[in-house]
């Protein structure tokens, strides 16, 4: 079958093909227009009620995901700055590229 | 001997061919990591250096490349040519089936990117990022455009087995998709319920979609190849809505004793037999293909053995005694190769030997690789299924033990899992001779000097009745 015997296929309508589409989408559209407005939310991401002050974090989604970021900032400033842990014991924080320096340090004097 | 080779064929042909190349390009390389995770699962130090490479995410790479790189091309572009024959006429829309095609491609190579970098989903037949899932659903679409239209299009009004299962895939791969991503990835819903929706996508895609894709390719083809007329044509309506409307609902066989209504699973096992009726009818209707000669017809019945053979287990492990053994082992990834590279692949294996000549005008370039890839490829199912089989029985054994401690569970299972490896190097050496192959026979367009209409060497086509 060489080039010349080729058949040029029959026009094709826009509107056809939109049909389709609209066809192929269907349930995508159900899905969204009927399943998620309907969706009941689970109950880890309802705000309870009468939730104590020192609770209130756990609210929601939102709220545990900003404690979480504010928890974990506090944690990376403390491991990396100098600071009282307990000042009348005498007990300091240090950074701990600084305390793993101080413990090879103190490992290796101890081998020699 | 002269073949027919229609006037759409060549009118048709850009495409399928398109795909067609794409999709082996996604086999050869599905394979390539295929034989890696396979090499990780028995020495895991294997690659261990570099997290791009560790086994969660070349595992996903390689399920994710398989199927929607290669069979979901392979079976698009199958199931193009087979609704373009039909049709009797060129296909319609071949800009939008060609821009489909590009961005279909672009899509899955995201998709790898994704989960290469760590955005893998973790739900079986579903691994790809869910950002995705629109240039998918978008891409296939416009594929479809050009398949509905031949199919809705036909120039004779009488429609066949091949145009229902060919239309249906094209239909509902758009459809369970849409589903999946609204209640997995857009709007989650909540909990167990995601185990059950991705239980309902991984079956629907492989009952629904691919299995859908391979019966439209053997029932065109055997018929063709063998000279004969499908046996007990007149339940093949029944088989295919016994599919369509049973296929879907098996999902929740894969939750059996899990934390789910028990409801879930007892509708999943009944489906699972009721099922049975179709892969009888598929059985009854393409028997005539294990009498077959010639490459296509061979792939496909073997094809056809694996598809009956799966439906069988899929039942069977579907009881309680049986799954307790097969449960939470490898079994489950031997049913998997068998569903996905024994019937699928191979029917789509026989469907491009029959098709890609009369697209081209060309015979195959080399008869040689023809059968390198057929034996490989048969010895590499079955060894590959088989020694998983083996793995999971040693497995199931193991831990229903409590004596046997983990490694030693590990320590047993290790020969099977290298036996598992030399098959994936076997399909991975037929599947590159086949892509040597294909690429050397869809140059051979160019070549205007050679004979447009080929005459098939036997080895590679039935006698003409």
Redesign the interface.
Known sequence: ???E????????SIV??AA??A??????VL??EV??PH?AP?PQNEAPENLPKELAWKATPATRRAYLAELRERQANQAQSYGWVDKAAGVVRLPVGRAMELVARDYGARKQ | MKTEVTASDSSSRNPPLLLLLMALGWLVAGGLLGLVASIQLHSPRFLDGCPLLTYGRVGALAETAFVYGWLANAGLALALWVLGRLAGEPLRAQNWALAGAVFWNVGVAAALVGVATGDATGFALLGLPGYVHLILFFSYSAVAVSGLLAWSGRLRQVSYASHWYAAGALFLFPWILSIAHVMLFSAPVHGVVQSIVAGWYAQCAWTLWLAPLALAVAYYVIPRATGRVLASYEFATLGFWCLIFVGGLTGGRHLLGGPVPAWIPSVAVVSSALLLFHTFVVLLNLRGGFSGAGTAVRFIAFGIAAYVLGAVVDAATCFHAVAAHTQFTFFDEAQRQLALYGAASTIFFGGIYFAVPRMTGKAWLSGGLVRAHLFLSVAGILLLAGSLAGAAAVQGRDLANSAVAFPEIVRHTRPWLVAATAAQAALLLGNISFFVNFVGTACRIMNVSEPAVFDPPRAMEAPAP
């Open positions: 079958m060489n080039d015997t080729r058949t040029p296929p029959r026009p094709v056809a093909v389709i589409f066809l192929l989408s269907l349930f995508w899905a969204v399943y998620v969706r689970a």
